[in-house]
Each structure stands twice: as C-alpha cells, then as structure tokens.
C-alpha cells in the first residue's frame, strides 16, 4: 500500500521566515495530496490540497508543489506568523472509486519564533 | 460548518475490557474513517466507511471493529482492550465530491488501557 514520508520531524523558523515541509510517497496511482494542520490540543482541519494535474498551487501565504517523477510534494508557507506555528499533516490518496482514504505522514512540528 | 463529534473526550480502560467510541456527523457524509494518531506514526487508518451498514478494514483494523449503523454514526469497538492501544482516537467524515474531498476530523478520543 501506500507509504507517505515527512521528512522535517520538527522546524523552527522566525516569524517572517518561509518554512518548508517535504513529503515523499511511493504509489504512482496517487493523484490528490491535502495538507491538514493540528493546533496544540486540537483536532485536524485542512489548509490546501493539490491534484495530480498541476504542479503548483497558491493558497493566500501556503504554496504546494507537486513533482510527480520523483513522487514528491512539498509545503511552503511565506512570511510565517506565530499563528502557524502547529503540527502539519501532509497525505496522499488515489481519489478513485466512492471514497477518500488518505495516507499521512508522520507529521512536521512547526515552531514560528517572534 | 461540518460538525463531526466524538465521544467521550477522554477513556481510561483496563486490559481485556470492551471500550466503544462514538462519532456523529451532521454533514450528511457518506463516507466515515477511523484513525489512531501516535508520535512517530502519525495517522494511521483503522476502519471506514461508505454509508450506512458499511465497514471496510484499513491498514490497522487487528483488534478492532466497526459499526454503521446509521448515516450519522460510526462507531470503533475494542472487544478485548490492550496497553498498545492507548492512543488518540479521530473520527471523520467525508466525500469525494467533483471539488471537495477533504475530510473533517472530529476533537478526538484520548484512550488510556491500563
């Protein structure tokens, strides 16, 4: 099945920085990746997804790149605030058929410091 | 705003006993997941579900059911509670829809099996 891979366990930027979390998957069926973000105590909830049929997509201060040869994609979010600071959930899924079964990574602490 | 709820918030059970979690949806999804949330694993799917009376297994469905029994309502059973199923439980629901496939996570279910 499929694997999804986090590469930043944690990151720590100062506020105004750009952050960077990278994700690798290995299924080449996967063709949807959403990004969900979990506040400290909280639950999940989404901040930007991107499909298979483009490479980039821009959400206000959240970038997502998708680079389907090397089964990569990767978050960016400008001029960071202490707001963004949480655990960020990259996944993937094959969006065939009735359902959305997602596969996450292991999650990115992000730290903004002020 | 979809609202997907748990409960109860919080579960302290002994070994070998029978531990349920609830979840209610009001976003008339069809489809409901199971996940467990660990450090070092991040989300990891246990069961889901495509609409009333439906349960299908995940990638971690050993030592636990699931139940549909109506649209609103999915519940995960542990017939026989273990220390390695202490975990954060999340419940959430979804659809694959031509524009929206993302999921809403209920406030979790913090489970203690001592």
């Known amino acids: 099945g499929e694997k999804v891979e986090q590469h930043e366990s944690t990151l720590s930027v100062r506020e105004g920085d750009s952050a960077v979390i990278n994700c690798t998957y290995t299924d080449t069926a996967s063709s949807y990746f959403p990004w969900y973000k979990q506040e400290a105590g909280k639950s999940l909830h989404f901040v930007i997804d991107?499909?298979?049929?483009?490479d980039r997509k821009q959400s206000q201060r959240l970038i997502v790149l998708l680079d389907k040869k090397a089964k990569r994609f990767s978050l960016h979010i400008t001029a960071t605030q202490p707001e963004d600071s949480a655990i960020y959930f990259c996944a993937a899924s094959r969006a065939t058929g009735g359902n959305n079964k997602l596969t996450f990574g292991q999650g990115t602490v992000l730290s903004v410091i002020p | 705003e979809a609202a997907v709820t748990q409960s109860p918030r919080n579960k302290v059970a002994v070994t070998g006993g029978k531990v349920t979690l609830s979840c209610n949806q009001t976003n008339n999804h069809n489809n409901m997941y199971w996940y467990r949330q660990d450090t070092g694993h991040g989300l990891r799917l246990i069961h889901y579900s495509y609409g009333a009376g439906s349960t299908e297994k995940g990638d971690i469905p050993d030592g636990y059911k699931a139940s549909r029994p109506s649209q609103e309502n999915f519940s995960l059973i542990l017939e026989l509670a273990t220390p390695s199923q202490t975990s954060v439980y999340f419940c959430?629901?979804?659809?694959?829809?031509?524009?929206?496939?993302?999921?809403?996570f209920g406030h979790g279910t913090k489970l203690s099996v001592l």
């Open positions: 991107i499909r298979s049929n483009v």
């Open positions: 959430a629901s979804g659809d694959r829809g031509a524009s929206n496939e993302r999921l809403f």
